[in-house]
Structures are given as C-alpha cells and as structure tokens.
C-alpha cells in the first residue's frame, strides 16, 4: 500500500475518454489495470492534487513488473512505440518557439506570478531610492520609516519567490498539455510546495554564493602574491576547482525545480533526479542531450539580462570609466563617482528595463519545463 510522508493511502483520480473516475488507492487502481480500464497513456492524478499526469507515473502500478502479463507488457511498448511516433523529438528552435507560445497563451496568469515577486520588490526599491535622496537627519521619523518599509518589502519579495517559482512550473505543465487552469488554483496547488522550494532555494542560493566567494578569494591571492610564481601556479590550481565545482553543481541543479514541483520529488530526490535527467541522453548527439541544452537556454537568458543592464547602466559605466582615466587620486575618485550617483537620482530607464526583465522572467521557467517534458519523453 502507497502511503505519503503522513501515513495515509494515496488516491488517485484517472480520465478516460474525458470522464473522471475515483478516487481510488493502489488496489482498486490495479484491479482496473487487470480489467484493461486503465492504461498507462491515460490521465491521472492525485485526489488531493490538481496536476495531471500519466497513469504509468502512478508509483507501483505499471513499474511492478510481477503483476504483469507479457500482454500487459506488450500493450505498454506498443503504447509507448505510438506516443513517440505522434510526438516526434523537438529541436531547439521547437523548444523555444514553444516556450514563448506557452508563455503568450498564459500571460494573463504569468504575469500576477510575477508581481507576486516584481510589486513588493520594486515597492521596496522605491522606497530605499526616497530615503537616500532625502536630506534629513537619520533620527527623521519619515527615513525610518521608509526604510523599515524597504526592508519589510524585500522580506515579502523573497517569501513570495517561492510561491512563484512552483506556480510556473505548473502553470506551464497544464498550458503545455493544453488544459486551461484558473489562477487560484494554480496559486492554491503552488502554497503546498512552499517549504520544499524554499528549501531548495536558499541551499542553491548558498552554494553558488559560497562558489562566488571561492572565486573571490582566488582573485585576492593572485593580486597579494602577483610577483610569486608558485602563489600564481597555486592560484590558477585553485581556480580550476573552482570551475570544476560550479559546472558540476550547475548540472545537478539543473531539473529540480522541476521534479521539486511536477514530480513532488523530497529535497534529495529533486537534487538526485535533476543530475540524472542533465546527465541522460549520452547516446544523443551532443546538442541534443538535456544538459548542453539547458546551458544553451541559460546562456540565452544571461545574455538578455546582461543586455539590459548595459543599455540602463552605459551612461554610469561611461562616466566612470572617463573618472578613473582622469582622477589620479583614489579618494578624490570615489569622491567623484558618490556625488555623480547622488546628483542622477531616480533612473527612469533602469526601472523600466528592469521592470520589463522581470516581467518576462518566466521565459526561463517556461523553458526549462517544455525542456524537462521533451528529456523525459525521450528518456
């Protein structure tokens, strides 16, 4: 008998032929199977869940292989011969042009995902922005306030990150399969995954910063030791751990928002799954296999954010580099570039450029999960 982390039986709902039938445990899901009313290519999902997946997902009915006839088995590969036959392998210009159909289909829903996060953020960057260009004394009641605002709205921002983040994973599962959901439930089915998500994300967010601060380090002691040869020869063995370690942690957490969310996958399942899934495909040509096209989507998406901060920061980056050429003292120099922050004030453009890059932010969760369904359907 299935049972979850609480102790009580899984139930299921399947549709065949657009009718619901359930809920139902494991045993009752069998005898179906033994009576040929459920099959691996129909419609099935939790009773306590929204998401819909595929009966041959359901754990222990159609992986016990003892509980199989040879017919059952034969049924299955032909099942799975004919999906592969009406679903032919996507490239990567399907991938992405499927992504941004996804993604104009569901706007209306994607974007409340994303103020959830983009409102309180940019709430906060107002508000810090307010309190600098004031000139009163740090006891002003309105400078505390309007900070603690700040700090309260960035609180709020991360706590909704979350929420965001698994309701695009399963916006984008129900878009895909071409089922239309409302945004409450989408909202409501994404609360559940909270605690999982924030786990998973505080843990990503901390090995890559510890990464950075490793890179960091690296940098410092070759500018301490830059007239030692071994300090170098050390420095350069350093800094190739290091980019040892961060390609091989980018691939283990490549999938798991994913199966954190589609899967309902535990902490350590989502990180093991996530590096199984980057490192399949071997057989496959190299531009084909989940993980270089993860990196391709990645890159892209680096790149546009990248773009934009160079169009809204090339006048700073400008000025800057025109002080340092100029301005032989240090202090003179830092002098310099505090007042000519102080005196631009509010960017409009930057706000806007950044606002707009938070807007389409789920592009990238969109990929990632069209990826993660084209790799799984492979596999």
């Known amino acids: 008998m299935i049972r979850d982390d609480q102790g009580v039986t899984e139930e299921w709902i399947v549709r065949v032929d657009g009718k619901e039938y359930g809920p139902a445990n494991i045993d009752t899901l069998r005898e179906w199977k ?18 819909w997946t595929l009966a041959a997902e359901i754990p ?13 088995a034969q049924l299955t590969r032909s099942i799975n011969a004919q999906a592969s036959q009406a679903l032919p392998s996507r490239g990567f210009g399907q991938i992405l042009a499927e992504t941004f159909r996804i993604y104009a289909r569901g706007f209306l829903q994607f974007l409340p995902l994303t103020l959830l996060v983009v409102l309180p953020a940019a709430c906060g960057q107002l508000a810090a922005m ?44 129900e878009t895909a399969a071409g089922r239309r959901t409302s945004f409450g439930t989408v909202l409501n089915e994404a ?40 300090l170098i020869f050390v420095a350069l063995g350093l800094l190739v751990l290091q980019v040892w370690m961060f390609g091989r942690f980018f691939i283990n957490v490549l999938f798991w928002q994913q ?47 990248l773009a934009i901060a160079l169009v809204s920061g090339w006048p700073t980056l400008q000025h800057s580099f025109n002080e340092i050429m100029t301005t032989q003292d240090p202090q003179a120099l830092l002098q310099k570039l505090t007042e000519a922050q102080r005196a631009r004030g509010f960017d409009v453009l930057g706000f806007a450029l950044g606002l707009l890059q938070k807007i389409l932010q789920p592009l990238i969760g969109i990929a990632f999960v069209v990826l993660y369904i084209e790799s799984r359907r492979e596999r």
């Open 34 to 51: 033994a009576e040929g009313r459920v099959l691996p290519a129909n419609e099935a999902r939790r009773a306590d869940s929204e998401l």
């Open 259 to 305: 199966f954190a969310v589609l899967e309902n996958a535990g902490f350590i399942d989502s990180l093991r799954e996530s590096r199984n899934l980057a490192r399949s495909g071997r057989e496959l040509p190299w531009f084909q296999r989940p993980l270089w096209r993860g990196v391709f989507i990645a890159s892209l998406w680096f790149a546009f954010v």
């Open 191 to 230: 609360v559940k995954f909270w605690p999982r998500v924030a786990a998973l994300s505080i843990f990503v967010f901390f090995v890559f910063a510890f990464l950075m601060l490793f890179a960091l380090g690296i940098t410092l002691l070759v500018l301490a030791g830059a007239s030692s040869l071994l």
């Open 130 to 173: 307010w309190t600098q260009g004031m000139q009163a004394s740090d006891t002003d009641s309105r400078v505390l306030a309007a900070g603690a605002f700040a700090f309260l709205m960035f609180i709020l921002s991360l706590a909704m990150w979350p929420i965001y983040v698994a309701g695009v994973q399963i916006l984008t599962a």
């Open 60 to 72: 222990g009915l159609f992986e016990v292989e003892a509980l199989a006839t040879a017919s059952d």
